[in-house]
C-alpha cells in the first residue's frame, strides 16, 4: 500500500442524513460544545480538507479558532492552523475565498490535469496547485500529502467527498455527528451518495465511541485500511 496520511472523516447530519438544506443560509447541525470539540479536532491535525463545493456554497475560513490551541501548535513548531486541502476537476475556484485569503498557512489545491495550467494561472499566487491526474486521483493526492510531512488529514466533506473516500478504502475513522432533527427535502445534500462502499451488511465498521454532546450525539468508528 501506498504510504499515506491516517484519514480522519469528519461529518454532522441530520436525523435524516442530511447534511444541509436547500436554502442560502448554512444549517446549524451542531451546538457550541461540539464545535469546540471540532475545533480541537483540527487543533491535533496536520491538514484539513474539503472538496471544491463546500468552498463555493460555505466559503469556509479552516482554521483553529480557540487562541490557546493556537499557541500550542506554534510551541510545538507547527503554524496556528493545519495546511488547507482541496481538490477540484475544473479549477474554478475564486481566489478571493476565505480558504485562500485567512490564514497564514499553506494552502494546496489538488487538479485535474485538463485543468492545471488555468487552474495555477488563477490560484498560483494564492496556492500551491498540484497536477493530480485527470479524473483526480484519491490515492496520488495523499502519497503527495505524505511526502510533504502530512500524517494526519481531516475530511470535512461534503457528501461527495465523503463518498469518494469511503467508496474507496481511503477512510480510517468517522467521526458522526447526529442533529436532533430533520430535514425532509431529498433535494437537499446528504452525508453519502449512491456508491459500493466495503463497510455493508457483511463488514461493519467497529464503534469506538458513543457520547452526548449537548442535544446532540457524537458516533466514532474505526474502519479497516484497506
Do not use: W
Amino acid at each position: 500500500m501506498t504510504e499515506r496520511p491516517y484519514v480522519l472523516l469528519s461529518c454532522a447530519a441530520s436525523i435524516d442524513g442530511y447534511i444541509d438544506d436547500t436554502t442560502a443560509e448554512r444549517l446549524l447541525l451542531s451546538n457550541d460544545e461540539d464545535f469546540d470539540r471540532v475545533d480541537e479536532v483540527r487543533a491535533g491535525c496536520d491538514a484539513i480538507l474539503v472538496g471544491a463545493n463546500t468552498i463555493r456554497r460555505d466559503n469556509p475560513r479552516l482554521l483553529v479558532r480557540t487562541e490557546g490551541r493556537r499557541k500550542a501548535r506554534v510551541a510545538r513548531g507547527l503554524p496556528e492552523s493545519p495546511i488547507k486541502v482541496t481538490f477540484t476537476a475544473r479549477g474554478d475556484l475564486d481566489p478571493g475565498a476565505k480558504f485562500f485569503t485567512t490564514g497564514g498557512v499553506e494552502k494546496i489545491v489538488y487538479c485535474s490535469s485538463s485543468a492545471a495550467d488555468s487552474c495555477r494561472e488563477r490560484l498560483g499566487d494564492v496556492a500551491t496547485v498540484v497536477d493530480a491526474g485527470d479524473p483526480v486521483d484519491l490515492n496520488t493526492m495523499l502519497a503527495d500529502l505524505a511526502d510533504r510531512g502530512v500524517q494526519r488529514l481531516m475530511v470535512e466533506g461534503g457528501g461527495t467527498v465523503h463518498t469518494q473516500f469511503l467508496t474507496a478504502g481511503l477512510a480510517d475513522e468517522l467521526q458522526l455527528v447526529i442533529a436532533p432533527f430533520f430535514v425532509g427535502d431529498s433535494a437537499a445534500p446528504r452525508f453519502v451518495g449512491t456508491g459500493q462502499f466495503p463497510h455493508h451488511p457483511g463488514n461493519r465498521m467497529t464503534l469506538e465511541e458513543t457520547r452526548p454532546i449537548g442535544d446532540v450525539i457524537l458516533a466514532r468508528y474505526r474502519l479497516t485500511r484497506s
